[in-house]
């Protein structure tokens, strides 16, 4: 039988998840929908003949379920997922859960089963999980770059640069400083990461030498992810689809070309909703099968410093400490 979903969204992200919802066809049974009431909010519990709520918490009572997708820009109360992860639920998340230190959530489930995951993450896509340990024969890393680019509509700016800032730690640890700087639609550059849009360019110094740059943005047509790392060891060029390994010599070790199964309505190509629904289906499928860690309520700090550090820097166009920033707060 298919795993029951129950869905927390908001009028903002109500079009995303209907998509999702339906690229994930008989996979899944949609038992729950709840959030702000209005525009597709109203259309999608109509669509599934469903009664929206506007409490988290009667909707986690009333309808347990499997899994928990989280389509909100606007943040929930952590102590809810706190009580959904305890329930056993896996949530997905679309947007990132937290802006602030106080709304930090465990990834995993003191007691329980229930776990939390970002979806789509780079760091789910098949290219990486096809490369495996790859990641790490390439010795001490000098240079990360990291791009992410694609419509509002598909993912925020917030989402794109908490990913970033991710994908950078992995390699190489929490950078010592960020020089940022944030162009496009906003007049101010606000202090919340939820809040932010437009073109975002960074560059961070990193512990043992290294240097790290992300460009992101949130006004394109299309979604694309990219990765290039280079260490004394070797290089790394990565997609969410494709990867070459280069060794210390410049010749090829490895290659990959992949593709995602071409299942609803959008299999015609490859979109932003085709990669969350390929790591949906992998978490049901192969539940036990997490190809990287979840990171610990430390490692969501430093990440959420890296965030508030890159905005602060924007503002007054000088480095900022986000390890500093991270400290500010006790855990």
């Not at 709840?34 to 909707?59: F, H, I, K, M, N």
């Not at 004394?232 to 689809?241: E, S």
């Not at 070790?253 to 299999?267: I, N, R, S, V, Y």
Request: charged share 20%; proline share 7%; glycine share 8%.
């Amino acid at each position: 039988m298919a795993p029951e979903v129950i869905l927390w969204t908001d009028p903002q992200r109500a079009a995303l998840a209907t998509r999702l919802l339906q690229a994930m066809e008989n996979d899944i049974r949609l038992i729950g929908v709840g959030g702000p009431r209005g525009g597709d909010t109203v259309e999608l519990c109509q669509a599934y003949g469903l009664s929206p709520l506007d409490d988290l918490r009667q909707l986690l009572v009333e309808c347990p379920a499997n899994y928990l997708l989280l389509a909100s820009v606007r943040g929930v109360d952590p102590k809810l997922l706190h009580l959904a992860l305890q329930q056993g639920m896996t949530i997905l998340a679309l947007e990132p859960t937290s802006a602030g230190f106080d709304q930090i959530v465990p990834t995993k489930a003191a007691q329980g089963d229930g776990r939390l995951f970002g979806i789509p993450s780079f760091m789910l896509s098949p290219a990486w999980i096809k490369a495996g340990e790859t990641h790490d024969i390439l010795g001490p890393i000098r240079l990360i770059s990291f791009e992410s680019v694609g419509p509002a509509a598909d993912q925020s700016l917030h989402a794109r640069l908490a990913e970033a800032w991710q994908v950078v730690s992995r390699f190489a640890g929490v950078p010592e400083s960020i020089d940022c700087s944030l162009v496009g639609p906003l007049s101010e550059i606000p202090e919340d990461p939820r809040l932010v849009a437009g073109h975002l360019a960074a560059h961070a110094r990193l512990p043992r030498g290294g240097t790290a740059q992300i460009t992101l943005s949130d006004q394109c047509r299309t979604t694309s992810r990219r990765l290039h790392v280079i260490g004394d060891q070797g290089r790394l060029l990565m997609t969410d689809l494709t990867y070459q390994l280069f060794g210390e010599d410049g010749q090829q070790l490895e290659e990959a070309a992949l593709d995602l199964p071409a299942t609803g309505p959008e299999a015609s190509r490859t979109t932003f909703i085709q990669l969350a629904a390929a790591q949906w289906r992998r978490l049901i499928h192969h539940p036990d099968q997490t190809p990287w860690h979840l990171p610990s309520t430390q490692d969501q700090a430093n990440n959420l410093g890296c965030q508030l550090a890159s905005l602060l820097s924007a503002r007054t166009n000088q480095p900022e400490n986000p390890v500093r920033m991270a400290s500010l707060v006790q855990m």
